[in-house]
């Protein structure tokens, strides 16, 4: 079974920055849809940005022009770059993709530490 491997977690001070990595273990077909979401501790989880065929892009208000998601359509690996990160931030990030026909795949979720 495919599973979605995450990477580029970890702490760092306020204002710093982060690039996380995800990408299929395998072949995924009929993606439309990739993004990253995350939940802070007794949070629900929400959608932080996705990317849809095509490139548009949408983002949570919280991080608008301080995040960055893009997309490598060769190798299916979506990417986040953060920006100027606030304590708020801190969370784990879950990487998502949706499919055509295949359902929706979720990653295991890296966790984000952004001390103040």
């Known amino acids: 079974q495919v599973q979605l491997v995450e990477s580029g977690g970890g702490l760092v001070q306020a204002g710093g920055s982060l690039r996380l990595s995800c990408a299929p273990s395998g072949s995924i077909a009929g993606i439309v849809v990739m993004g990253w979401y995350r939940q802070a501790p007794g949070k629900q989880r929400e959608l932080v940005a996705i990317?849809?065929?095509?490139?548009?892009?949408n983002y949570a208000d919280s991080v608008k022009g301080r995040f960055t998601i893009s997309r490598d359509n060769v190798k299916n690996t979506v990417y986040l770059q953060m920006n100027s990160l606030k304590p708020e931030d801190t969370a784990v990030y879950y990487c998502n993709v949706g499919t055509s026909w295949l359902g929706v795949y979720w990653g295991q979720g890296t966790q984000v530490t952004v001390s103040s």
């Open positions: 990317v849809v065929n095509g490139g548009s892009t």
